[in-house]
């Protein structure tokens, strides 16, 4: 039927036993690295476009520029579109990316994705920490971003399809919080790079089938002799998605997921205009905008990395007890307050002509009001932004989905990286009002429209549409006597 959801089965969702094995926790902490890895090149380039080698190495006019300046518009002179452009082409190299991921995992698996992820990132960091021009620098910037692309693609479906329903959110924000490990790994490996002389500096950073066979190994995942009734479950889930011969299409044009499709473009979208890769790319030249010298410009970063840690731990202990709505509610206030006190404190310090100096009292409380944004931001939007998407999608459209989220996140974390220096220039310390306001709409979308998905198994998370206030007017209960079928052949296999 066109324009609704299909519910199959039964009208409760179901709930399965299981555990966290010590297989399950190490398979997915390793797929968890690729958050890592995401995350050091976001803190690298924050560390580097405020490291004087690296500027006099591949941006000599824009380094000869700032020094020129006698009297300095504190909001406009980092303001260069080469500049941003280097930041921003990791990100659009993995736009692209994302959409080879989709085919290239719905045909060789999660698995052989991250596997060809991790190799276009090696090349693309070797490429970059012996780069010695722009074009090589760039070059390997867009290698390191279809690694990200693909990485950042199969991470977070893998993790979520290896774990219990009831330790989904926990197992699946070990991505985030190996990006926050990431950030900050590469935090101080820029500042101590800052205090080797010369061009080696930077380059430190750089461089650095079968039905009884697929029945034992869920066994093996879950801890348990008898997994009998998520697996008959899980074959008629496979059976339901190889029958979608053309994901793409049902995806956006079958009608049957505007639920799920609403929420792969919009939470990748909303999660950009928190602003916070703009805090995490930016951090160094931010600092050093409001005032802080070099060396304490990257202490501050290290400072803000660790905050960015810790929070998202809470997160990873909190996602399945407290559920993903209120950590994103709460989250979500937490920013807007503290992203309103620090335009605050900016404004009143340069004010429109963005000329003078900035007190140490002001430094610390904008300091400190950025750790608290940045602790909301890691214990909801930036978890839940990858959690929420990951678990939603029904198997047939889930890489195509999962495509859809990451080069939407991609694209937009590369235009707001783009225009940033730009808007910082233009609407001076009114940029932390505007994603304020951004964070105020979509705060009020999650209260509004997202139902609560944790302890439900992936399966089963057709029934959570249904119960919801709004998308109950596009599911119907249909009970899919095809899916009933082969629960019953499987389990007559098995018996």
Same mark, same amino acid.
């Not at 793409?248 to 979208?269: A, D, H, S, V």
């Given at each position: 039927?066109?324009?609704?959801?299909?519910?199959?089965?039964?009208?409760?969702?179901?709930?399965?036993?299981?555990?966290?094995?010590?297989?399950?926790?190490?398979?997915?902490?390793?797929?968890?690295?690729?958050?890592?890895?995401?995350?050091?090149?976001?803190?690298?380039?924050?560390?580097?476009?405020?490291?004087?080698?690296?500027?006099?190495?591949?941006?000599?006019?824009?380094?000869?520029?700032?020094?020129?300046?006698?009297?300095?518009?504190?909001?406009?002179?980092?303001?260069?579109?080469?500049?941003?452009?280097?930041?921003?082409?990791?990100?659009?190299?993995?736009?692209?990316?994302?959409?080879?991921?989709?085919?290239?995992?719905?045909?060789?698996?999660?698995?052989?994705?991250?596997?060809?992820?991790?190799?276009?990132?090696?090349?693309?960091?070797?490429?970059?920490?012996?780069?010695?021009?722009?074009?090589?620098?760039?070059?390997?910037?867009?290698?390191?971003?279809?690694?990200?692309?693909?990485?950042?693609?199969?991470?977070?479906?893998?993790?979520?399809?290896?774990?219990?329903?009831?330790?989904?959110?926990?197992?699946?924000?070990?991505?985030?919080?190996?990006?926050?490990?990431?950030?900050?790994?590469?935090?101080?490996?820029?500042?101590?790079?800052?205090?080797?002389?010369?061009?080696?500096?930077?380059?430190?950073?750089?461089?650095?089938?079968?039905?009884?066979?697929?029945?034992?190994?869920?066994?093996?995942?879950?801890?348990?002799?008898?997994? &009998?009734?998520?697996?008959?479950?899980?074959?008629?889930?496979?059976?339901?998605?190889?029958?979608?011969?053309?994901?793409?299409?049902?995806?956006?044009?079958?009608?049957?997921?505007?639920?799920?499709?609403?929420?792969?473009?919009?939470?990748?979208?909303?999660?950009?205009?928190?602003?916070?890769?703009? +805090?995490?790319?930016?951090?160094?030249?931010?600092?050093?905008?409001?005032?802080?010298?070099?060396?304490?410009?990257?202490?501050?970063?290290?400072?803000?990395?660790?905050?960015?840690?810790?929070?998202?731990?809470?997160?990873?202990?909190?996602?399945?007890?407290?559920?993903?709505?209120?950590?994103?509610?709460?989250?979500?206030?937490?920013?807007?307050?503290?992203?309103?006190?620090?335009?605050?404190? =900016?404004?009143?310090?340069?004010?429109?002509?963005?000329?003078?100096? =900035?007190?140490?009292?002001?430094?610390?409380?904008?300091?400190?009001?950025?750790?608290?944004?940045?602790?909301?931001?890691?214990?909801?939007?930036?978890?839940?932004?990858?959690? +929420?998407?990951?678990?939603?999608?029904?198997?047939?459209?889930?890489?195509?989905?999962?495509?859809?989220?990451?080069?939407?996140?991609?694209?937009?974390?590369?235009?707001?990286?783009?225009?940033?220096?730009?808007?910082?220039?233009?609407?001076?310390?009114?940029?932390?009002?505007?994603?304020?306001?951004?964070?105020?709409?979509?705060?009020?979308?999650?209260?509004?429209?997202?139902?609560?998905?944790?302890?439900?198994?992936?399966?089963?998370?057709?029934?959570?549409?249904?119960?919801?206030?709004?998308? &109950?007017?596009?599911? =119907?209960?249909?009970?899919?006597?095809?899916?009933?079928?082969?629960?019953?052949?499987?389990?007559?296999?098995?018996?």
């Amino acid at each position: 039927m066109p324009g609704t959801l299909i519910v199959h089965h039964h009208a409760r969702h179901k709930t399965y036993p299981g555990e966290v094995t010590g297989f399950v926790f190490f398979a997915c902490l390793i797929a968890s690295v690729g958050g890592c890895i995401f995350g050091y090149d976001i803190g690298l380039t924050a560390g580097l476009t405020s490291t004087e080698a690296f500027m006099v190495q591949f941006f000599p006019s824009i380094y000869d520029e700032m020094k020129k300046q006698v009297i300095v518009n504190e909001y406009c002179k980092f303001d260069s579109q080469i500049l941003t452009l280097f930041c921003s082409s990791l990100f659009l190299s993995a736009t692209v990316a994302a959409f080879l991921a989709g085919p290239m995992g719905r045909s060789f698996g999660r698995k052989w994705t991250m596997f060809a992820a991790s190799s276009a990132y090696v090349a693309g960091a070797c490429l970059g920490g012996v780069a010695v021009n722009f074009p090589m620098l760039l070059t390997g910037r867009i290698l390191v971003g279809a690694g990200v692309g693909l990485c950042i693609h199969a991470s977070p479906l893998y993790i979520s399809e290896m774990a219990p329903a009831q330790q989904r959110g926990m197992l699946n924000i070990l991505f985030q919080f190996m990006c926050t490990v990431g950030i900050l790994t590469a935090n101080m490996t820029t500042y101590v790079a800052s205090k080797v002389d010369g061009e080696w500096g930077w380059r430190i950073g750089v461089t650095f089938g079968a039905v009884e066979t697929a029945r034992a190994t869920l066994a093996q995942i879950r801890g348990l002799s008898d997994v &009998r009734e998520e697996f008959e479950d899980l074959t008629a889930a496979c059976e339901d998605g190889k029958a979608v011969a053309h994901p793409w299409r049902e995806l956006f044009f079958g009608g049957k997921y505007k639920p799920q499709l609403t929420f792969c473009i919009f939470i990748p979208f909303f999660q950009q205009l928190t602003g916070i890769n703009v +805090i995490m790319f930016y951090a160094p030249v931010l600092f050093k905008t409001v005032g802080f010298k070099q060396n304490a410009t990257l202490v501050s970063s290290v400072i803000t990395g660790l905050v960015n840690v810790f929070s998202t731990f809470v997160a990873t202990l909190t996602a399945d007890k407290v559920g993903r709505r209120a950590l994103f509610l709460q989250g979500g206030t937490q920013m807007i307050i503290s992203q309103i006190l620090v335009g605050t404190f =900016i404004g009143l310090q340069f004010g429109m002509s963005g000329t003078g100096a =900035i007190s140490e009292q002001y430094a610390m409380c904008i300091v400190l009001f950025v750790c608290v944004y940045v602790a909301g931001f890691a214990w909801s939007w930036g978890p839940m932004g990858w959690l +929420i998407p990951s678990e939603i999608y029904p198997l047939g459209v889930r890489s195509a989905a999962q495509s859809v989220t990451v080069a939407v996140n991609m694209f937009f974390t590369a235009f707001i990286g783009q225009i940033f220096l730009t808007l910082l220039c233009h609407l001076r310390f009114g940029l932390f009002y505007f994603f304020g306001a951004w964070v105020l709409v979509m705060t009020l979308f999650i209260a509004m429209l997202l139902p609560e998905t944790k302890n439900v198994p992936i399966e089963e998370m057709a029934h959570v549409w249904r119960k919801h206030w709004f998308w &109950r007017k596009f599911v =119907i209960d249909n009970s899919d006597a095809r899916g009933a079928e082969m629960r019953k052949r499987i389990a007559l296999e098995m018996s």
